[in-house]
């Protein structure tokens, strides 16, 4: 039997990123899943190719990512629970359908993993996926460690099935490509055969029709937000007056650095893991406590301009120092001497 079919609750493994991801799917209840294979995200594929020849798991390796969200989707509006999975350039390739799926929504649940690759180590550019949940209006969740990549995978299902839309799962190479130990959870039994319901103001996104979904879709975000700012995956460690905020692989460097440095009295840490709708009112709350912040992200500064708009907006004036003072790059990736090294001359 596949490890990863294994029941085995309350025992722990040592499990690769990707591997985590396929586990948290399984947890979940997963019946249908798709994949176009890339680098840093073809772990995960492999391990439902294996799993679906001895288990009653469909999987299929599509012909390009579009074609795979399309078949997930079309198992979603049938009310199943699926997962599609593909690296930063193949969203771009899914984004015609990720748009209008935003809109019409889905019946079951569908969890889409995007794994973007700093550094370009097998990619042709190292773009940040993030900015795609404001593009279509979805939910972004990002683990910061292995073990949560599993567990937020079962959010992620939980999330989309209470608005009835995508989730975007975004990793980074190093959470794919990073071992650690996981806890094993019960196995939900799959449901392998759902029924379409004809809903043709939901599903028929012609002009007039999607007029009507896209104050839905706004909807759903601003009950998202609030959902976010109260969520366990976005939380406040420390008391400090100098805050830090980060995401994503670059919180466990964050940590390091502070207990290396022995500065746990001065910063206060905001970690982001569900990051759109970005949890406005909670780092509101954060910034109203310190003198000043450093952002600390790979890539685009998308969470460092979302905490300069929270600033503005409660007429704080407090220096928001990342990318915006050279203090990091938008190239490549982070490693931990970079981040101790920027945090001890903070």
Request: charged share 20%.
């Amino acid at each position: 039997m596949h490890p990863l079919l294994q029941e085995r609750i309350g025992e722990q493994s040592l499990l690769l990123g990707n591997e985590a991801i396929a586990r948290g799917a399984l947890e979940a209840g997963v019946s249908f899943a798709a994949a176009y294979p890339g680098t840093p995200s073809s772990e995960i594929a492999l391990q439902f190719f294996q799993i679906a020849r001895e288990s009653d798991l469909y999987f299929e390796y599509s012909v390009n990512e579009k074609v795979a969200l399309e078949m997930a989707t079309g198992a979603a509006m049938c009310g199943l629970k699926t997962m599609v999975t593909m690296k930063h350039v193949g969203l771009n390739v899914a984004a015609d359908a990720l748009m209008t799926l935003a809109y019409t929504g889905i019946a079951g649940s569908l969890v889409l993993v995007v794994a973007d690759d700093p550094f370009m180590f097998s990619s042709q550019n190292e773009q940040d996926s993030r900015w795609y949940g404001k593009l279509s209006g979805l939910p972004i969740l990002e683990p910061s460690t292995v073990a949560e990549a599993k567990e937020m995978v079962l959010y992620a299902f939980d999330l989309s099935e209470k608005f009835k839309l995508p989730v975007i799962l975004r990793t980074t190479t190093r959470i794919n490509h990073s071992s650690g130990m996981v806890t094993f959870g019960p196995l939900q039994k799959r449901i392998t055969r759902g029924e379409f319901h004809k809903d043709p103001f939901s599903y028929v996104c012609i002009p007039s029709v999607s007029r009507n979904l896209h104050p839905k879709l706004l909807d759903k975000m601003a009950k998202a937000a609030a959902l976010a700012d109260e969520s366990s995956w976005n939380r406040i460690e420390g008391d400090g007056r100098w805050g830090i905020i980060c995401n994503g692989v670059s919180h466990g460097y964050v940590s390091d650095a502070i207990d290396e440095l022995g500065l746990f009295r001065r910063f206060r840490i905001l970690r982001v893991g569900f990051s759109h709708p970005f949890p406005e009112k909670l780092t509101q709350r954060f910034l109203e406590g310190c003198e000043k912040v450093l952002v600390v992200e790979e890539g685009e500064p998308y969470l460092e301009e979302a905490v300069r708009s929270c600033a503005h907006k409660i007429g704080l004036t407090l220096p928001v120092h990342g990318k915006g003072e050279g203090l990091f790059s938008r190239l490549y990736e982070f490693d931990p001497l970079m981040v101790k090294q920027v945090i001890a001359a903070f």
